[in-house]
């Protein structure tokens, strides 16, 4: 009996052996292989496939908690996991379609890679002649797995597929396979570019997502400063991004893939093309320039923007003292055409050629490592200084008090050809110098993209933007209709022209204000004496063009030295550091931006408004006027708890630049919105006075 007993669980032994010997043969799993802090299986979709199929296989793993594997790009530090196939000849393998990444943080150090249960799909493709019964699939697979430490690990996986006339699914591992094309990122079909310039990544996608990102992953390697801040805006229907380059960037790829996440997590798979290998869409032409193409169809939007916002520039306060001068010249010659076209053609030569001399200096600037920007020159006081004794001395001729050979006012006076076209050309060049402190609707995109290309292009940029400027009084001088509408010349023209002098006054004042702000009240005092001295030396200069003494003269020269000297050492009394400023800022509804300050209410998730600005920019100080120190605004701020932060631009400051170029903008205002589970978000240019208000109560309800 005892011995029957044996001999039937030997048996029965010896079939489990037999059942638990063949599973392995034809399974839809590896099994499971233990390493340090992470085990590992190669499972299968289908337990049968058929000559010809495409089928998934899954490397699934699960580490311990605390512990990570890699993205393809790991970041500062880490490997991605490689898998090596050993296949049947002619069996097709797809690459490892990654799921979307999170950040590991471990400063000063940022990783990307997984956490958690990994599943890494691949694609394994059979030959159609396929002959075999039976499918066997082995890897070697290579990883790292890390938490304070890091543990690299390889292991060998072999499964073995049923080869039929149908298809089976593995049913037990449906929900596995389900799970690993959840965690994918979408794949979009939005069109993306990206650029390396002024040592940054900057992308931009063409349309929105379905829902804004809040993080980017950029799959190349050493393309990107992983630790570096990331910049989101949403801006016009279209997404900005901007990161630093990493330290060991050599090459930018033709293509690259940017896996942006929202805030639920998802993922979106966008394929960014270098921009100056955009392709052309269909029906346009490319344009070729030094270090690249450009689609036609953006260049010229860029040129439209560009030309646009110089049109608009002619209505800021800051330009039109002196387009003033040019609409007198107009009108007093209203009846010689040839005269007007003449003059309008000089005028718009002054006005572009100026605009392009501006733009070679500050790319020469730039590429020198110099942090500056549009306005740059309002930046020097001396430069400011040098402005104000200007509009004083064209003021005082408008006035009477002395004429500057009547070339560069051409007040509907009878001059010679030379002269005309002098004075044209001229009052151009100085509408360009007075119109540098105003930043025009459209403007800011337009320069922010103009500085982030090749020479050439920007150059076209800047020249677009002056061809805009001059645009209506080539209109006036071509269209006979609109010369029709300017009044006859007459006796009104010497009234007029002496109240055009007070808007050059009110002109001078501004920037004498701006001078003090940049140098203090004693340096103000020696402008002043200045323009006192100024002002006599050119009352004696009208003295001398009257017949006066010989010593008028000498005695004009000696002040017009005088007023030079004061300006030169009051240029030279900086103020150290905004004295008191920070103490009356206190008292303000802002407070002083700075990087770490913005970072630090940042991470205590609160809504930020950044305002950057300059004492030269008249924009800025309109829009802050109207729109950001009203009782209504402050009220807004207030409700919804917002911190106002206030970058100060107006001497140079290669924080703020830096700032500037991360929204690819040259030059302000720039106003920033941060609002906590929303991308950082720009405003207009131009603000309302519920502008704040309308906002603030928009992204609340979102």
Same mark, same amino acid.
């Given at each position: 009996?005892?011995?029957?007993?044996?001999?039937?669980?030997?048996?029965?032994?010896?079939?489990?052996?037999?059942?638990?010997?063949?599973?392995?043969?034809?399974?839809?799993?590896?099994?499971?292989?233990?390493?340090?802090?992470?085990?590992?299986?190669?499972?299968?979709?289908?337990?049968?496939?058929?000559?010809?199929?495409?089928?998934?296989?899954?490397?699934?793993?699960?580490?311990?908690?605390?512990?990570?594997?890699?993205?393809?790009?790991?970041?500062?530090?880490?490997?991605?996991?490689?898998?090596?196939?050993?296949?049947?000849?002619?069996?097709?393998?797809?690459?490892?379609?990654?799921?979307?990444?999170?950040?590991?943080?471990?400063?000063?150090?940022?990783?990307?890679?997984?956490?958690?249960?990994?599943?890494?799909?691949?694609?394994?493709?059979?030959?159609?002649?396929?002959?075999?019964?039976?499918?066997?699939?082995?890897?070697?697979?290579?990883?790292?797995?890390?938490?304070?430490?890091?543990?690299?690990?390889?292991?060998?996986?072999?499964?073995?597929?049923?080869?039929?006339?149908?298809?089976?699914?593995?049913?037990?591992?449906?929900?596995?396979?389900?799970?690993?094309?959840?965690?994918?990122?979408?794949?979009?079909?939005?069109?993306?570019?990206?650029?390396?310039?002024?040592?940054?990544?900057?992308?931009?996608?063409?349309?929105?997502?379905?829902?804004?990102?809040?993080?980017?992953?950029?799959?190349?390697?050493?393309?990107?400063?992983?630790?570096?801040?990331?910049?989101?805006?949403?801006?016009?229907?279209?997404?900005?991004?901007?990161?630093?380059?990493?330290?060991?960037?050599?090459?930018?790829?033709?293509?690259?893939?940017?896996?942006?996440?929202?805030?639920?997590?998802?993922?979106?798979?966008?394929?960014?093309?270098?921009?100056?290998?955009?392709?052309?869409?269909?029906?346009?032409?490319?344009?070729?320039?030094?270090?690249?193409?450009?689609?036609?169809?953006?260049?010229?939007?860029?040129?439209?923007?560009?030309?646009?916002?110089?049109?608009?520039?002619?209505?800021?306060?800051?330009?039109?003292?002196?387009?003033?001068?040019?609409?007198?010249?107009?009108?007093?010659?209203?009846?010689?055409?040839?005269?007007?076209?003449?003059?309008?053609?000089?005028?718009?030569?002054?006005?572009?050629?100026?605009?392009?001399?501006?733009?070679?200096?500050?790319?020469?600037?730039?590429?020198?490592?110099?942090?500056?920007?549009? %306005?740059?020159?309002?930046?020097?006081?001396?430069? !400011?200084? =040098? @402005? $104000?004794?200007?509009? *004083?001395? &064209? +003021?005082?001729? /408008?006035?009477?008090?002395?004429?500057?050979?009547?070339?560069?006012?051409?007040?509907?006076?009878?001059?010679?050809?030379?002269?005309?076209?002098?004075?044209?050309?001229?009052?151009?060049?100085?509408?360009?110098?007075?119109?540098?402190?105003?930043?025009?609707?459209?403007?800011?995109?337009?320069? %922010?993209?103009?500085?982030?290309?090749?020479?050439? !292009?920007? =150059? @076209? $940029?800047?020249?677009? *933007?002056? &061809? +805009?400027?001059? /645009?209506?009084?080539?209109?006036?001088?071509?269209?006979?209709?609109?010369?029709?509408?300017?009044?006859?010349?007459?006796?009104?023209?010497?009234?007029?022209?002496?109240?055009?002098?007070?808007?050059?006054?009110?002109?001078?004042?501004?920037?004498?204000?701006?001078?003090?702000?940049?140098?203090?009240?004693?340096?103000?005092?020696?402008?002043?004496?200045?323009?006192?001295?100024?002002?006599?030396? *050119?009352? &004696?200069?009208?003295?001398?063009?009257?017949?006066?003494?010989?010593?008028?003269?000498?005695?004009?020269?000696?002040?017009?030295?005088?007023?030079?000297?004061?300006?030169?050492?009051?240029?030279?009394?900086?103020?150290?550091?905004?004295?008191?400023?920070?103490?009356?800022?206190?008292?303000?509804?802002?407070?002083?931006?700075?990087?770490?300050?913005?970072?630090?209410?940042?991470?205590?998730?609160?809504?930020?408004?950044?305002?950057?600005?300059?004492?030269?920019?008249?924009?800025?100080?309109?829009?802050?006027?109207?729109?950001?120190?009203?009782?209504?605004?402050?009220?807004?701020?207030?409700?919804?708890?917002?911190?106002?932060?206030?970058?100060?631009?107006?001497?140079?400051?290669?924080?703020?630049?830096?700032?500037?170029?991360?929204?690819?903008?040259?030059?302000?205002?720039?106003?920033?919105?941060?609002?906590?589970?929303?991308?950082?978000?720009?405003?207009?240019?131009?603000?309302?006075?519920?502008?704040?208000?309308?906002?603030?109560?928009?992204?609340?309800?979102?």
């Amino acid at each position: 009996m005892i011995l029957f007993r044996s001999t039937l669980l030997l048996s029965a032994f010896f079939v489990l052996s037999s059942i638990l010997a063949s599973f392995p043969a034809q399974a839809s799993s590896s099994g499971w292989q233990q390493a340090k802090h992470i085990r590992a299986e190669l499972v299968s979709e289908y337990s049968t496939v058929v000559p010809g199929q495409t089928f998934a296989v899954v490397l699934h793993f699960e580490p311990d908690p605390g512990w990570h594997t890699y993205w393809q790009n790991p970041g500062d530090s880490g490997l991605p996991t490689i898998i090596s196939w050993q296949l049947p000849d002619a069996m097709q393998t797809g690459d490892i379609q990654w799921p979307t990444p999170e950040a590991f943080v471990i400063p000063p150090l940022v990783n990307y890679g997984f956490a958690g249960k990994t599943l890494l799909l691949s694609d394994l493709t059979l030959p159609a002649d396929y002959a075999q019964d039976t499918l066997t699939i082995k890897a070697d697979v290579d990883w790292l797995v890390c938490e304070e430490v890091c543990i690299p690990a390889d292991a060998s996986f072999e499964l073995t597929l049923a080869v039929g006339s149908q298809t089976e699914l593995a049913e037990s591992q449906q929900s596995l396979f389900s799970a690993a094309r959840a965690a994918l990122p979408i794949v979009t079909d939005i069109v993306g570019d990206y650029a390396i310039s002024g040592g940054a990544f900057s992308a931009q996608l063409s349309a929105a997502l379905p829902q804004p990102p809040v993080a980017f992953f950029v799959a190349g390697g050493e393309l990107v400063d992983h630790a570096a801040s990331q910049q989101i805006v949403t801006q016009n229907g279209s997404v900005l991004l901007q990161q630093a380059l990493n330290t060991y960037f050599t090459e930018a790829p033709a293509t690259v893939e940017i896996v942006l996440v929202d805030a639920a997590g998802q993922g979106y798979s966008v394929s960014f093309q270098q921009r100056k290998q955009d392709a052309v869409p269909s029906g346009s032409t490319e344009i070729q320039v030094t270090g690249g193409t450009l689609s036609n169809n953006r260049f010229w939007l860029i040129l439209l923007m560009a030309g646009g916002g110089g049109l608009i520039l002619n209505l800021m306060p800051c330009v039109f003292p002196v387009l003033s001068l040019k609409a007198l010249s107009i009108a007093g010659n209203s009846q010689q055409r040839q005269q007007q076209r003449r003059d309008a053609l000089f005028y718009t030569a002054g006005v572009v050629l100026s605009f392009v001399f501006l733009a070679g200096l500050l790319i020469a600037l730039r590429a020198a490592g110099n942090a500056i920007g549009w %306005g740059f020159q309002l930046q020097s006081p001396l430069l !400011v200084g =040098l @402005l $104000v004794y200007l509009l *004083l001395a &064209l +003021g005082l001729s /408008l006035s009477g008090v002395v004429q500057f050979g009547l070339g560069m006012m051409n007040a509907g006076g009878h001059l010679t050809t030379r002269g005309g076209a002098k004075g044209s050309f001229f009052t151009g060049v100085l509408a360009v110098v007075v119109a540098s402190p105003c930043t025009a609707p459209f403007m800011g995109t337009a320069l %922010g993209y103009a500085v982030t290309q090749s020479p050439q !292009v920007a =150059l @076209l $940029v800047f020249a677009a *933007l002056g &061809l +805009g400027m001059a /645009l209506p009084f080539l209109l006036l001088a071509y269209i006979p209709a609109l010369a029709r509408l300017l009044p006859k010349p007459g006796a009104w023209m010497e009234a007029l022209k002496q109240l055009l002098a007070w808007p050059l006054y009110l002109s001078a004042v501004w920037l004498l204000w701006v001078f003090g702000r940049q140098t203090g009240i004693d340096a103000m005092a020696l402008l002043l004496l200045g323009m006192v001295a100024l002002a006599a030396a *050119l009352w &004696l200069w009208g003295r001398v063009q009257l017949g006066a003494a010989w010593f008028n003269k000498v005695a004009a020269l000696g002040l017009f030295l005088l007023a030079l000297v004061t300006l030169w050492q009051g240029a030279k009394l900086q103020v150290a550091a905004n004295n008191g400023q920070q103490a009356v800022s206190q008292a303000q509804h802002w407070q002083n931006w700075s990087p770490d300050k913005l970072a630090e209410l940042r991470q205590q998730d609160k809504p930020v408004l950044v305002n950057m600005t300059a004492d030269w920019c008249i924009t800025c100080l309109v829009n802050e006027r109207v729109a950001l120190n009203t009782e209504r605004s402050k009220a807004a701020l207030r409700d919804y708890n917002v911190s106002y932060l206030k970058g100060d631009w107006t001497l140079r400051d290669s924080d703020i630049t830096a700032y500037l170029q991360q929204y690819q903008r040259d030059g302000v205002p720039l106003y920033v919105l941060y609002w906590p589970g929303q991308p950082p978000q720009v405003l207009p240019q131009i603000l309302t006075p519920d502008t704040l208000r309308q906002t603030f109560d928009s992204l609340s309800q979102q």
